[in-house]
């Protein structure tokens, strides 16, 4: 990793080898490797993309979300993207990450503030998250496994899909659509939204219910803030199904990292997460009928 850390940034930054101090590799991420290298005193993240990364995100795509959000200044600045490999290399930034407190709420406030400034942007990106798509997409790749979906997983997905028409009443802004607070960094002079490879037009109430990854409450907090007043059953029931919708999605990603012996390399029991997700599913479907609409 070294090597290639060191190959590239010297052809970037046009300097020598020698002047490019690796110093570590950040924790988290269970996709790609991110490393933070010194140059000059000034310290920058490279990003390799994990295995089979290609088949969950469309390179040309992030690059152009990235370039489309400049303007909105919620990211680190890209010093270089390769399309191709997926290397990239941004401005390393400092600061609380959300996910490293026992409080994220305290955060509330700038967490509504920046996914608003995203969402009432006006920008839109060239494609969708079309999330419906993109879940059969993911299942299909099992099948090269010659996996077959178990009854729990359909009987899940079926009482979701039933609430399909409800959902698709939403309206479709630009949206982060991974912005888990591992993703939310909050620095001395601003706050960060990090990580744009999902990027796309969607449903708003997909980001805030990806806010709960950790904690479905905390993303029903921040929906309070995030519109200004005491949501009504029907916001919080959006939040409660696109967050089903999500543990529904990264099974099946979980499954796929699980079948490619992603596991044994990261040391990450993968086909026990992808038995979680399902767990937080059902404890979500026990708690989802309070928000009757």
Request: include cysteine; aromatic fraction near 14%.
């Amino acid at each position: 990793m070294e090597s290639i850390i060191k190959s590239v940034a010297s052809q970037v930054f046009n300097i020598t080898e020698d002047k490019i101090i690796l110093k570590e590799r950040l924790i988290g991420g269970l996709s790609n490797k991110v490393f933070v290298f010194e140059l000059d005193k000034n310290l920058y993240t490279f990003r390799i993309s994990g295995k089979d990364s290609e088949k969950f995100v469309n390179r040309e795509t992030e690059y152009k979300n990235i370039e489309l959000i400049k303007i909105l200044n919620i990211n680190s600045q890209t010093m270089y993207f390769n399309m191709d490999t997926g290397y990239k290399i941004a401005n390393y930034v400092q600061g609380h990450i959300l996910s490293d407190l026992k409080k994220p709420e305290i955060y509330l406030e700038e967490i509504a503030r920046i996914l608003k400034i995203m969402h009432n942007s006006n920008l839109k990106s060239e494609n969708n998250y079309e999330p419906y798509k993109r879940l059969n997409i993911y299942e299909n790749y099992l099948t090269e496994f010659k996996y077959k979906h178990n009854n729990l997983y359909i009987e899940l997905k079926n009482i979701f899909f039933e609430n399909k028409t409800f959902l698709d009443k939403g309206n479709l802004v630009l949206c982060h659509n991974d912005c888990q607070i591992s993703n939310i960094i909050v620095g001395k002079e601003k706050t960060y939204l990090l990580d744009w490879e999902f990027s796309g037009n969607n449903d708003p109430f997909y980001d805030i219910a990806c806010v709960g990854n950790k904690d479905i409450e905390l993303a029903i907090k921040l929906l309070s803030v995030y519109l200004g007043y005491p949501p009504t059953n029907e916001q919080k029931r959006r939040v409660y199904l696109w967050r089903i919708f999500q543990y529904l999605q990264w099974y099946n990603v979980a499954l796929y990292k699980h079948f490619i012996g992603l596991g044994k390399e990261l040391n990450i029991n993968f086909k026990l997460v992808s038995d979680l997700y399902l767990n937080k599913i059902i404890d979500l479907l026990n708690k989802i009928d309070c928000f009757t609409i």
